[in-house]
């Protein structure tokens, strides 16, 4: 994280207005009308400010339905500040999220405690990165066996991503164990990937993704969406999403802006 950025994300937690909008957006989506009622002694016009300083900070992801526009914390930047000051006191077990890696493996996720229900999750996250499109859509593509750490198939296995519709993002095994974590549905060159994959859930489950690239200056916004419909777990929404913090605001980050490689799951 540049040092510009950080001044940016320490501005938009220095009022405890923004704070408290921060803690209800960690409750889920909420509309610009919904949080405006939940200040009553504050302007709409003040709301709308402290709204514009969280956007700022890339600490809220904005997307619009209809006439409605939708806020979605985006705790990403908080993440970035957690690995550069924090993470290196902690011990490996300790640092490790409770992710996708998890779900995958099958960690710690007891399916006779939580049962599965009905349900649907949509994740949003920001990243910015400083590097061009071009780069970044590589490293999503080309390079995504490069720094995508969590694996299926066990130690040595290769990951490739084919850059066309229908195109296997797939994982294979030095043992001859495949897995597929996703199908291309659609792509535009440095612009944009959607995907259709479970990502470790099983079942009935409907689950797509995409990866959105916005030019911004010298650097790339990039955009996650993930939206899972279907018999699910209460937990996988929790998982993904932070799954989704350290492949993308820390791995790939890492990755395209120093070259580093993480050590790559087993």
């Known amino acids: ?59 809220l992801v904005i997307r619009r339905e209809g006439r409605s526009r939708l806020n979605y914390l985006n705790a990403v930047p908080l993440q970035q500040v957690y690995e550069r000051w924090v993470s290196k006191y902690e011990s490996s077990i300790a640092g490790s999220l409770t992710s996708i890696k998890q779900l995958v493996e099958g960690s710690n996720v007891d399916m006779t405690e939580h049962g599965l229900q009905h349900d649907s999750f949509q994740l949003e996250q920001e990243v910015e990165i400083q590097a061009s499109p071009d780069k970044v859509f590589h490293s999503l593509t080309t390079d995504i066996g490069q720094w995508w750490a969590y694996r299926l198939c066990g130690e040595g296995s290769k990951l490739t991503l084919s850059p066309q519709p229908g195109g296997y993002f797939l994982e294979e095994g030095v043992n001859g164990a495949n897995a597929l974590w996703g199908t291309v549905m659609y792509i535009k060159d440095n612009e944009e990937i959607r995907l259709n994959g479970l990502l470790g859930m099983t079942g009935a489950v409907n689950s797509a993704y995409s990866f959105k690239l916005e030019p911004k200056g010298e650097a790339t916004l990039l955009k996650l969406s993930h939206h899972a419909v279907g018999l699910l777990d209460p937990e996988w929404g929790r998982m993904h999403d932070e799954g989704w913090k350290e492949l993308l605001g820390t791995f790939l980050k890492e990755y395209v802006e120093n070259g580093k490689r993480p050590e790559i799951g087993k």
């Open 1 to 59: 994280m540049q040092n510009e950025q950080l001044t940016a994300v320490f501005k938009a937690l220095s009022h405890p207005t923004r704070m408290s909008i921060l803690d209800l957006l960690k409750e889920g989506p909420k509309t610009t009308g919904e949080l405006d009622l939940s200040f009553p002694e504050v302007s709409r016009y003040a709301v709308m400010k402290h709204l514009n300083t969280l956007e700022e900070a890339n600490l």
